[in-house]
C-alpha cells in the first residue's frame, strides 16, 4: 500500500513538473490562449461602442479597443484585419478626425523591438499646430505617444487601455493597448526610458 500512494506522489509530481513548464522564448507565447491572457492579439480583445463613432464611414471590420477622452478631444484607438488605427476627434465636431493614423503589422523580420509585444511599426502625424499622435503598432499591442495641445490629462479612459503620463510633459500621455500582462509589461519597461 505505502508503495502505491508512493509511486502516485512521484507520477503526480512528475505531471506537475511537465504541466507547469512554460515556452522557452522568454517573451509573450503568441500561440497562447486569447481574451486577457499574455500574448493576446489585439483582434482577440473585446470591443467597445463609441457615441458618435468617427469610423462608421471606413470599410472593413473595424473593432474598437480603447476610448479616451480629454478636455478638447477624445482618442479612439482600434483594429482594422492586419492595421492598427488612431483616430482623434475635437469634442463638438465628433465625426471629423483631427488626426488619423494607420499602419499594418510588421511581417516577418521588419520593425523595431523597442517595447515587448513587438515587433512594432510606426506611424506618426499633427492635427492643430500643438496636437500630435504617434503609434507603434503590432499584432499584440500597440503604444500611442499623444499631445492634445494644452496641458490638460486624460479625463476618462474605457477599454483594455492603460494611460501614462509621459516623463516631461504634463500635456503628453502614453497610452498602452493590450491584454492586461502585456501592458503591465510595456508599462514597467515605459517606465525607465
Known amino acids: 500500500m505505502a508503495r502505491t500512494k508512493r509511486t502516485l506522489v512521484v507520477g503526480a509530481a512528475l505531471l506537475a513538473l511537465t504541466v507547469g513548464c512554460k515556452s522557452e522564448g522568454g517573451g509573450l507565447d503568441p500561440a497562447s490562449p486569447s481574451h486577457g491572457t499574455p500574448g493576446s492579439q489585439l483582434t482577440e480583445l473585446g470591443a467597445i461602442s463609441v457615441a458618435d463613432d468617427p469610423?462608421?464611414?471606413?470599410?472593413?471590420?473595424?473593432?474598437?479597443?480603447?476610448?479616451i477622452e480629454y478636455d478638447n478631444s477624445r482618442l479612439i484607438a482600434y483594429v482594422n484585419g492586419s492595421s492598427c488605427g488612431v483616430a482623434v476627434t475635437l469634442n463638438g465636431s465628433s465625426k471629423e478626425k483631427q488626426i488619423h493614423l494607420v499602419s499594418k503589422w510588421p511581417a516577418t523580420a521588419e520593425g523595431n523591438n523597442s517595447y515587448p509585444a513587438g515587433p512594432y511599426n510606426s506611424a506618426s502625424g499633427a492635427g492643430s499646430p500643438k496636437a500630435w499622435a504617434s503609434m507603434l503598432c503590432s499584432k499584440n499591442a500597440m503604444v500611442i505617444e499623444y499631445s492634445s495641445g494644452d496641458d490638460a490629462n486624460p479625463a476618462h479612459s474605457r477599454g483594455q487601455v492603460t494611460v501614462l503620463s509621459a516623463t516631461?510633459?504634463?500635456?503628453?500621455?502614453?497610452?498602452?493597448?493590450?491584454?492586461?500582462?502585456?501592458r503591465r509589461q510595456i508599462a514597467d519597461q515605459a517606465k525607465t526610458q
Open 55 to 67: 469610423l462608421t464611414d471606413m470599410e472593413g471590420k473595424i473593432k474598437i479597443l480603447s476610448e
Open 168 to 182: 516631461g510633459s504634463p500635456a503628453k500621455t502614453r497610452i498602452i493597448i493590450g491584454d492586461s500582462e502585456t
